[in-house]
Structure formats: structure tokens, C-alpha cells
């Protein structure tokens, strides 16, 4: 079973940073891109950021370039999100996400639809 378990959400100032972590069983890992979306209330889920696990293609959000950074750790099954800079409108939950990548043909994006397996998300909340 594919499980994916996200963390590190809080309550932040403006300006301030946040890592957040997903860590993934149940695949194998190397095949994946992983890729982080957030929702707030009565907004649509929107992609944030991903990465391929294999190449290290990333992906950004328009709005989060810049100020966030994706990065990925084999050895322990992890993808680490980095938000810094952070931004009232920044708010939302987080989640995690895999699509398989390797040999697949498709691109590291920021589409829901590309994706397979999802996990529980994180809370990020920034007060102004």
C-alpha cells in the first residue's frame, strides 16, 4: 500500500519559513516525481511545486518561485518543501502527491491529474 505522509505545517508571521516533509512507502521511490498542492477554503487545489526523484526536474508555481524550494532525499523515502518569504495568501492545507515518472513520457508539472497517489495534508496557516 502506497502511503504518503505529510508534515511540518504551523502557524507562521508573514516573512517567515516553514519545511515541510513527505515521506513515502509502498513504491519504489526512485520512479516517482512528487509533488506538493495546496487548498485553501472555497478555493480550487492548486499546484505548488514538484520533483522527480530519478533527474530532479522540478517544477514551480508562478506565485511561489523564488521564495519556495523542492528538494528530495532517496536515502530516507523524502521530499522536502521549503517555503520561505511566506505570504498570507501562502495559506492553505498541503498535500503530498505521487505520479509515476520514469520511463512514462511525462513532465514534471504542476497538474493534479497526473497524479496517483495522495497523502493527508499539513496545515500551513501565515497571519499578516
Not at 487548498?39 to 511545486?49: A, L, N
Not at 520533483?51 to 517544477?59: A, E, K, L, P, R
Not at 532525499?73 to 495568501?89: G, I, W
Not at 511525462?106 to 491529474?113: L, N
Amino acid at each position: 500500500e502506497v502511503q504518503l505522509q505529510a508534515s511540518g505545517g504551523g502557524l507562521v508571521q508573514a516573512g517567515g519559513s516553514l519545511r515541510l516533509s513527505c515521506a513515502a512507502s509502498g513504491l519504489t521511490f526512485d520512479d516517482y516525481a512528487i509533488g506538493w498542492f495546496r487548498q485553501d477554503p472555497g478555493k480550487e487545489r492548486e499546484g505548488v511545486s514538484s520533483i522527480s526523484t530519478s533527474d530532479g526536474s522540478t517544477y514551480y508555481a508562478d506565485s511561489v518561485k523564488g521564495r519556495f524550494a523542492i528538494s528530495s532525499d532517496n536515502a530516507k523515502n523524502t521530499v522536502y518543501l521549503h517555503m520561505s518569504s511566506l505570504k498570507p495568501e501562502d495559506t492553505g492545507v498541503y498535500y503530498c502527491a505521487a505520479m509515476w515518472y520514469v520511463g512514462s513520457g511525462r513532465v514534471v508539472g504542476g497538474d493534479e491529474a497526473d497524479m496517483e497517489h495522495w497523502g493527508k495534508g499539513t496545515q500551513v496557516t501565515v497571519s499578516s
